[in-house]
């Protein structure tokens, strides 16, 4: 197979990676994807770091048995705790979601400005979105909230029902009348809930959604490694450890993606 038609990996800890999935097939239409859910281990946000580690060290092993050309780590939980361990791992370019999406937040926020960035307990906890901010040099002030029952809310499919927005006004409501500017989604599910989190937060607070600027840094990857897939239709293949006909359904219903026959790979 020729380097350009080679896929495009793309894992995360369920179906929340599906924002990156469907923001890349957006911007790249002729380039072949393949995905990865771990549904059987979901959620990754409470898992120890041990097990993030070795989960994400699995599904990149199985990925580049696809013969993929690039990796796109769509999981915040992973990013934030197994990125290094991975290109230790992988010959071919390894990218993540946590600085795409401080890149966005900063061109949203003025100096001094607030950024709330939403998370699970693990990413809030590895403090990688604080981190981040700083090895940008940003003068903001940075405040973190982990927001664990948005996952499984989403899993769930029910992302339009009353019980969502209860738990958004619970973990969120105190930051309402703080003056943030910038509200970090830290989770590639949380975009399914992005409406409800904004209506919380009320108009003047930016919300900054990884998936498309991740999907451009996929781009500009690809663009300097000369990978960058010509004209035609790209495939879309799409594989999870578990419950493939219940992944498929969600796909379809909270972000119109139609995945066809869905396999299953055990670890």
Known sequence: MKNKERPIGIFDSGLGGLTVFKALRALLPAENLVYFGDTARVPYGTKSAEAVIAFSKEITAFLLEKKIKLLVVACNTASSLALEEIRKISPVPVLGVIVPGVEAALKAVPPGGRVLVTGTSATVNSRAYSKALAAAGARVRVTEKACPLFVPLVEEGWCAKPVAALVAREYLAPFRGKKIDALILGCTHYPLLKKIIAGVMGPHTRIVDSARVAAA??????????????????????????????????????????????AVKRF
């Open 217 to 262: 840094s996929a781009r500009r990857e690809l663009e300097r490694g000369g990978l960058l897939k010509g004209g035609g239709k790209g495939r879309s293949e799409f594989i999870v450890s578990d419950a493939p006909e219940r992944f498929s359904g969600l796909a379809l219903k909270l972000l119109g993606i139609k995945t066809g026959k869905v």
